[in-house]
């Protein structure tokens, strides 16, 4: 309600006093919400007579329906009473009267009204209410309003007279209090509410008043960030990189040879140091002649080679110069990126470098929405529209901080990779002078021109090896920013604080931008702080001062730069202040580390695998040994820890990296590898654990079961290796064999089996092209199935194994195989007959001739071919050594193979029954002749090639074949 | 079949070597006085034959039938016991109460007998032990004809039981001795906690002497119909370092190699020994950071073949040693013990073993310029 603020008027308070005797109590009859309207004026009287009101409500509504005449009114006022209370004295106005009138209409209806009633007709009459106590005759009360006003009520004598009750209940409350405690409280909340007023709104003066520096006074970062190319802070080496990159750019976005950097001055970029020289020339004006750009631009090649990364695009350089017309080149790598510590200037050089040449810069941020489908659009519009701005410039795209961009921002890398792909397809079709690193030559001349990449594309992380990196960094030229040197930051601070009349000495600073890490923002915020706060930078202060730590995520390929890489500038100073600085090297160090405690064992398995690279000096291996007693160490309280579940011992880890760091660290910058052998070993003897496993778990257990894993390959593999290969065996058809040789063989096979070890198709070479190359690869090579072999392969040995022939290798295969079928038959029939004394012969004896005779004939009719000898059981029994014969071209069986021949089968068989007939050197040629008859009734099973291989199939049991 | 398989005894008088043990353990049999039995001995000794031997024995040839089973066990684990490793806390933080462990075990077994590979399980083989062994070895055998009531458990490979496990172990030997043996083998006594070795009776299986293998190999080449010259027999067994297995294999291989044998016949050496040799001479070669690296990477080699690192640690010294001067063997030996410990404490043996080899060339190295100048 407005009413609660509102104070109301001195006059307008007189007359809301003056009336409210009278108007009280209708109004409360009527709407009791007028007594919160006039509690909340301050008015102290309702609030006095509360009581009253409370005793004497009822009653008025009671009567209510006894006068109709007045319900309309009292509609009426209802209404108005929800009417807005920016007019609540017209509601005074309006109603006061009438009121007046009811009440005095009441009145005679009224038996024992309450006092008030009574008096407010005589009020009128009377003075009642006066400013001064003197105007009122008889009794009178004090009251005082809100604002301080005064006046006297006089008291009505009836009211003591008639309503006794009332006034024992009313005397307490006014009497022994000049004022009713109520209006006291009242009067001292209100004083304290214009109090907090009054302070309130001098606090806002106040801070408008702060305000209003504190807006025009910039951020000093943003106050001294270079403007200028010259100005910028980072490494010029890499300033010059950007610059000439974005240069490149020039024919191809500026497109008019005038406006378009010469080569020379590429050259010059490159070539000079002096940022101001090249600034010069940034202009256009070529300052070389030619023929001595040439002899420069070969005496610069060779002075860069040594950047890794300014080779490729230097290259093209060179041969776009000699090419004489650049036409629209883009450099090399389209997207530039940029990556380094954050506060090192990396977004100002950005900004300043497309500035400068002549581009606008568009900002890409964390910030902004960096889903897929809207980075795209945004990457297009900047990149293929132009603008349509007034400058006319076009723009450069920036993306920052796109190390960040994860799940969803992961879009933005894609949106590049697409364009930037895009982008090569249609320039190897355009130049085939370019110098392009893919194989896959792409003739097609019409590269979508909808999406190609025709403005430079600045992206900068902090992070290079963040994962969501890993396919941009192989297509980006990569810029690493290292950090200024600290007396190029200091002068740069120095000079602001000259500027900003900030004393601070320069030892001052440069302690302050040691402990940044040359972090300009952090070291101008801090001053800005400083600054602010009226006090001086204190040298000795920095670290526990306000700078803030940076939360920098150091990598793990920091940590151990870290450790392999002694710092020059450190060392230095270590001569000069002793021990307190290795101290607080330590401090870092174990800090730095620290941070990575979950990366302890990689960072131990890291230095293990790169420590012995570093070029250290150590005569006697004594460091060499220190350092590996300490990774030792190390090793054991992780497998310590790890076994007694104490992981708080982890912090010891750190302390036992900075002891290896003491004895090897050097000042020639490291080349570190990501740690692989380790793993790779964890790896590859889990994987020849498991083979060895399955492989053990094969084997029948009888043998299996002394056979144990862990010691096979260190007590038995050799010999085994021998023993399977042995250099006896000849490579000749195996009816060609002596009985020794065949006895051989057969233990060799019976090894084999027990050991389930055979020859596997190793290497198969399905490419047509290799075929033709050459003969021998087409035959398959076979190799151990365990690859047991592999196991004595060790790198730079050379082990006296001599594999068999591949001829002698299929023959085992397949008798092998043979055996394995026959041995399961075997033990299969050994569980039907259930301990028949010899196991199988019954079973086979029906048909042992049939198949004598199918042998028989199999040999006379095919002398040249091989032949399977199908031997029969007694054959087997016989002998008494397993007789076994295959042929040596023997190919394994394909799908394939039995497709054709089937006219060489029914020949084949023409000439079986034929002989079979002729030549009955059976006895039983009773039984013989049924059985082929009832063998021809039969369908083919399998088909034979005449004069090659092997089979007459009819259905029979492959245990029949075999035995 | 291999002749190692082949001639291996299959009863307790057939024993060519030990057989003072076999007859020691005949006795146990037919007494009836069966204790837990704990057999250790160094790979190639003959462990497993005379347990075979001995279950033979026990039971005759039932034990022979063996099956393989290769079982899932469901173990419930409440949550509070078994954290063994900090990563399954890690893992189990979100589940309160008891789990479902799946535990893959291959186990042979015959009617009388199950033989089991605790260790394979991993960190996870106290639950083996607490929870499989124990339901085994709770179920008592049917036929109680009051002779053969018991049933007999073999553990392979107890060395290489977590300690924790072992202690789990000694409860079930004590419980459920009345229906159960054990029968533990492992390679060295020393792993096996003091608790259960007290509770068996230590069976120490020697490495056969080179006597003893001659006399086994002799009696293969009689079987088979070989003559073997002695000058042959005898350096198949000085060069298959005590082992039986070792010496039928490499007997087998010379056997496949030539055969009529010849006196001087070249006995083919174990390919990882002589890789080790050639690591050795690298070593002597040169002391340098350098090579160091190399050593590393043929190491690597080794390791990656399965070949365990003790192994390597201890064929590398040997063959440091022959190369070395007398008076630094002393040295040498010291410290191939202490990283050999180190190596034992820790996860990492390639750390260990390279910073013997380190500690070697700087001993070398040292000892080189002191006498050389």
Redesign the interface.
């Known amino acids: 309600m407005d009413m609660e603020t509102d104070i109301p008027l001195p006059d307008e308070l007189e007359w809301l006093e003056s009336n409210a005797l009278l108007d009280q109590e209708p109004d409360l009859d009527f709407y009791p919400p007028f007594e919160e309207e006039e509690e909340e004026d301050h008015l102290p009287e309702p609030s006095a007579k509360i009581p009253e009101n409370q005793t004497s409500k009822k009653r008025p509504r009671s009567n209510d329906d006894d006068y109709d005449a007045s319900s309309p009114k009292g509609s009426d006022e209802k209404r108005s009473r929800k009417s807005p209370e920016a007019e609540p004295d017209e509601d005074w106005l309006r109603y006061s009267p009438p009121a007046a009138a009811e009440n005095s209409a009441l009145d005679p209806v009224i038996d024992a009204g309450p006092a008030d009633e009574v008096v407010a007709p005589v009020a009128v009459e009377e003075k009642v209410l006066s400013r001064f106590a003197s105007e009122i005759d008889g009794e009178c009360i004090s009251v005082t309003g809100p604002g301080g006003d005064r006046v006297y009520a006089k008291m009505s004598r009836w009211e003591m007279e008639n309503d006794g009750k009332r006034l024992h209940v009313e005397r307490p409350l006014n009497g022994l209090l000049s004022e009713p405690i109520n209006v006291l409280i009242e009067r001292v909340e209100q004083e304290a509410f214009t109090k907090t007023l009054q302070v309130s709104s001098e606090a806002v003066s106040e801070s408008v008043h702060s305000n209003i520096p504190a807006a025009s006074e910039q951020l000093w970062v943003d106050k001294y960030a270079p403007n200028s190319f010259t100005e910028l802070l980072s490494d010029e080496q890499t300033n010059r990189e950007v610059l000439l990159w974005l240069k490149q750019w020039d024919s191809c976005v500026f497109g008019s040879q005038i406006r378009a950097t010469t080569d020379d001055v590429l050259f010059s970029l490159r070539r000079h140091s002096s940022i101001a020289q090249h600034q010069k020339f940034a202009d256009g004006k070529s300052y070389f002649s030619m023929n001595r750009s040439t002899s420069l631009g070969s005496q610069f090649s060779r002075q860069s080679n040594g950047f890794s990364q300014g080779d490729g695009s230097l290259k093209g350089i060179s041969e776009s110069r000699n090419k004489k017309s650049p036409g629209n080149n883009p450099p090399e790598q389209k997207v530039l990126l940029l990556c380094g510590p954050p506060g090192l200037g990396k977004t100002t050089l950005a900004h300043v470098a497309a500035k400068h040449c002549g581009y606008r810069a568009m900002e890409i941020n964390a910030s902004d929405d960096r889903s897929s489908s809207t980075i795209e659009s945004k990457i297009l519009d900047v990149v293929q529209m132009n603008s349509v701005m007034a400058d006319g410039k076009p723009k450069c795209l920036v993306i920052d901080e796109i190390d960040g961009a994860l799940g969803e921002g992961k879009g933005a890398v894609e949106a590049i990779l697409k364009l930037v792909a895009a982008d090569k397809k249609s320039l190897i079709g355009k130049e085939s002078n370019a110098q392009e690193a893919k194989p896959g030559k792409l003739s097609s001349r019409k590269g979508p021109k909808a999406s190609t990449l025709s403005r430079p594309v600045i992206c900068i992380c902090n992070d290079l090896f963040a994962p969501a990196l890993r396919p941009l960094r192989q297509v980006a030229k990569v810029h690493t920013f290292v950090q200024p040197t600290v007396s190029r930051v200091v002068n740069r601070l120095k000079y602001i604080c000259n500027k900003e009349g900030f004393k601070a000495s320069a030892i001052a600073l440069t302690a302050l931008a040691e402990f940044t890490e040359c972090d300009i923002r952090s070291c101008l915020n801090t001053l800005q702080f400083l600054n602010k706060k009226k006090e001086t930078l204190n040298t000795l202060e920095v670290g526990s001062q306000v700078v803030g730590r940076k939360d920098i995520s150091k990598s793990v390929y920091d940590v151990w730069k870290e450790v392999f890489q002694k710092r020059k500038a450190k060392r230095e100073r270590k001569s000069t202040s002793g021990s307190n600085s290795s101290a607080t090297d330590f401090d870092f160090l174990y800090s730095l580390i620290s941070n990575r405690y979950g990366d302890s064992e990689l960072t131990m ?1 890291g230095i ?1 695998e790169n420590f ?3 070029h ?1 000096h ?5 460091k ?2 220190m350092c ?2 300490n ?2 160490v190390s ?2 309280l ?5 076994r007694t ?1 104490q ?1 708080s011992l982890i912090v010891y880890q750190p302390s036992i990296m900075i002891a290896i760091r003491s004895l090897i660290a050097q000042v020639e910058k490291p080349n570190i590898e990501w740690p692989k ?2 793993h790779r ?1 964890r790896a ?2 889990m994987e ?2 498991d083979i ?1 496993k399955l492989w053990h ?1 094969k084997i029948s ?3 299996s ?2 056979l ?13 290796l ?2 399977l290969s ?3 065996l000849r490579p000749v058809a195996l009816h060609l064999l002596s009985e020794r040789e065949k006895d ?1 063989l057969a233990q060799l096979v ?2 084999m089996v ?2 389930s070890i055979t020859y596997k198709n190793l290497k198969f070479e399905p490419q047509p092209s290799m075929q033709r190359h050459e003969e021998a690869s087409d035959a398959p090579v076979l190799s151990f199935d365990p690859p047991i072999g ?8 050379h ?3 001599s594999g068999l022939s591949l001829a002698m290798k299929q023959v085992l295969v397949h008798e092998v195989e043979k055996q394995r079928i026959m041995q399961e038959s075997i033990g299969r029939l050994g569980i039907l007959n259930d301990g028949s004394n010899s196991e199988g012969q019954p079973f086979l004896r029906g048909e042992s001739t049939t198949e004598l005779s199918i042998k028989s004939k199999a040999m006379t009719a095919s002398v040249q071919s091989y032949t399977v000898n199908l031997k029969s059981t007694s054959g087997l029994k016989e002998n008494g050594s397993k007789n076994l014969a295959a042929p040596c071209g023997l190919k394994l069986k394909g799908p394939g193979e039995a497709k054709k021949a089937s006219s060489g089968s029914s020949s084949f068989f023409d000439r079986f029954r034929k002989s079979s007939k002729k030549g009955s050197q059976n006895d039983n040629d009773h039984l013989q002749q049924p059985a082929t008859v009832e063998r021809d009734s039969r369908p083919f099973l399998f088909k034979f090639n005449e004069g090659f291989t092997n089979a007459v199939k009819r259905p029979v049991r492959i245990r029949e074949l075999l035995l | 079949m291999l002749w190692v398989d082949k001639y291996r005894p299959k009863t307790l008088d057939k024993m060519i070597v030990h057989q003072e043990i076999a007859m020691n353990l005949k006795k146990l049999v037919s007494e009836h006085d069966c204790p837990h039995l704990l057999f250790y001995g160094p790979p190639g000794a003959g462990k497993k034959t005379l347990i075979m031997a001995l279950l033979k024995q026990m039971f005759g040839p039932g034990a022979e039938k063996v099956k393989i089973e290769n079982k899932i066990w469901k173990v419930d684990v409440s949550f509070c016991s078994h954290v063994s490793s900090f990563y399954w806390l890690i893992f189990q933080i979100g589940l309160a109460g008891t789990r479902t462990l799946d535990l893959e075990l291959t186990t042979l077994s015959s009617t009388h007998h199950v033989e089991l590979n605790p260790s394979d399980a991993g960190f996870q083989d106290r639950y083996i032990v607490q929870e499989i062994i124990k339901e085994m070895a709770k179920s008592r055998p049917i036929d109680t004809k009051g002779k053969k009531g018991f049933k007999v458990l073999v553990l392979n490979e107890v060395d290489k039981l977590s300690r924790e496990a072992q202690h789990s172990l000694r409860r079930t030997m004590e419980k459920y001795s009345a229906s159960c043996r054990l029968i533990l083998c492992c390679n060295s006594s020393s792993k096996v906690t003091e608790a259960v070795r007290s509770r068996c009776l230590n069976v120490r299986v020697n490495a056969p002497t080179e006597e003893q293998i001659i006399r086994v190999l002799e009696f293969i080449g009689k079987k088979e119909g070989l003559s073997l010259p002695t000058g042959l027999g005898s350096r198949i067994a000085a060069q298959s370092n005590r082992s039986l297995r070792r010496a039928i294999l490499s007997f087998e291989t010379c056997r496949v190699q030539q055969y009529p044998f010849t006196e001087n016949q070249a006995v083919p050496p174990m390919d990882w020994e002589q890789y080790v040799s050639e690591i050795a001479i690298d070593i002597v070669q040169e002391q340098s950071p350098k090579r160091l690296f190399l050593v590393r990477g043929k190491l690597y080699e080794l390791l990656v073949n399965c070949i365990p690192p003790e192994i390597v640690l201890k064929k590398l010294l040997s063959e440091l040693l022959k190369k070395l001067d007398s008076e630094l063997k002393h040295e040498v030996c010291h410290w191939a013990a202490y990283y050999e410990h180190r190596m034992r404490m820790g996860q990492k043996a390639i750390f260990h073993i390279e910073a013997f080899v380190a500690k070697f060339m700087s001993i070398y190295k040292q000892f080189l310029i002191e006498t050389f100048g």
Request: aromatic share 12%; charged share 15%; net charge negative.
């Open positions: 398995v293990h012995l690279q570093l250290y150590d005569p006697m291996m004594q060499t040994v590996l007693n990774l030792g090793d054991s992780v497998q310590y820890m790890m579940q992981m052998s380790f070993y590859t003897l020849k654990k060895l778990n257990p009888s043998i079961r002394h144990s894993v862990e010691s096979f390959v260190e007590c038995s593999v050799s010999q085994l021998h023993i042995p250099p006896t051989d019976d090894t027990s050991y592999d196991f004595v392969n060790y790198k730079g040995y082990s006296g194994h």
